[in-house]
């Protein structure tokens, strides 16, 4: 079981870093940015983060 802080921590850090790289795949070569992709991309990586904090939590 983790104690509260290092969950914090956890999920703040792996929110920052995901998104900076969800940031980085959502602009396309003319660097335009796309915000419906990225939105989607976003509520994957809350859904993996989520899952991944769920099977570590038991």
């Known amino acids: 079981m983790w104690d509260t802080k290092r969950q914090i921590i956890w999920l703040a850090v792996s929110f920052l870093l995901g998104t900076l790289v969800l940031y980085q795949h959502a602009r396309d070569e003319a660097d335009g940015f796309d915000p419906q992709y990225f939105a989607l991309l976003e ?3 809350v859904l993996v983060i989520a899952v991944m904090f ?3 939590s038991e």
Do not use: D, E, Q, T
């Open 43 to 45: 509520v994957l990586l």
């Open 54 to 56: 769920y099977l570590y």
